[in-house]
């Protein structure tokens, strides 16, 4: 989004919100929310802000929250990087085994604040009903922007936060402390959260590598070959039937 200015002759030139703060990543960002207070912000008939500045916060998908905590989710799986030039998939060289159903647990109980909006720092975002995108908002990366230009950030509106919600990110914002309550996400609802952060881990944050799901006694088996020659990590996936031998 880009902001008239006003430059150094008078003259109103279009600057992108990223440009005004170089030092927060914005590459992946789409959407924005505004962090005021409803009572100083109208959009049932025009823009009317009586704040100095608009408060605002980035929404940034999930999977750059899982890129900075993967370590602490995926730390007891096994990683191996082939040294040799040998591709067991798409050209990859580099293999992830972990078993499914224990990490799955591991996430669900990491993630569950974040997804009830406990969590002091993160605050959770869904967008859409069938099929939502999954963000979260850094209070951490909070920037303000004069108030004078509520207009364009009206003309730009695409979600409005339910009401519960809208006063319990006020409140955080507010007193950096507490919790006014939202409605929890069902059992149901969580299970289906954590599928689709699987795809996203599997197709985002593990895509450079070979990805193999396998029960707790192969992982622990694999975990035995880490640091054996090369060939024996092949023949091992070849005796266990995750590859196919070579002709």
């Known amino acids: 989004m880009a902001l008239d200015i ?16 170089p030092h927060i990543k914005l590459d992946n960002v789409k959407y924005c929310v505004i962090l ?13 802000c009586t704040s100095p500045y608009i408060n605002i916060g ?20 096994c990683y191996i990087e082939l040294e040799k ?26 993630l569950y604040e974040i997804f009830q909006n406990n969590d002091p720092w993160y605050f959770f975002v869904a ?8 963000f979260v908002i850094n209070l951490l990366k909070t920037v303000p ?35 006014m309550g939202t409605t929890d996400y069902t059992e149901k609802e969580s299970s289906s959260l954590i599928d689709k952060l699987l795809e996203v881990i599997n197709t985002k944050i593990l895509n450079d590598k070979s990805v ?9 088996e694999v975990k035995g070959y880490k640091s054996s020659a090369e ?15 070579k002709k």
Do not use: M
Request: aromatic content about 12%; proline content about 2%; charged content about 35%.
């Open 127 to 134: 967008l859409g009903s069938k099929s939502p995108e999954l």
């Open 6 to 21: 006003e430059n150094h002759g008078g003259d109103l030139e279009k600057v992108k919100i990223k440009d005004f703060y």
């Open 145 to 179: 922007i004069k108030s004078v230009h509520y207009d364009s950030f009206f003309k730009e509106i695409k979600y409005q936060l339910k009401e519960e919600f809208a006063d319990s990110l006020g409140w955080k914002i507010a007193e950096l402390y507490g919790k």
């Open 58 to 77: 980035f929404l940034e998908p999930i999977e750059v929250l899982l890129k900075k905590k993967f370590t602490t989710y995926f730390g007891d799986q």
């Open 85 to 110: 030039d040998i591709s067991l998939q798409e050209g990859k060289d580099k293999i992830c085994f972990y078993n499914e159903d224990e990490f799955k647990k591991r996430l669900k109980k990491s």
């Open 212 to 220: 193999f799901k396998v029960d707790k006694a192969t992982l622990s």
């Open 36 to 48: 005021n207070h409803s009572c100083s912000l109208s959009i049932e008939h025009k823009p009317i």
């Open 231 to 245: 060939q024996r990590v092949i023949n091992f996936l070849i005796d266990k039937q995750l590859i196919e031998a």
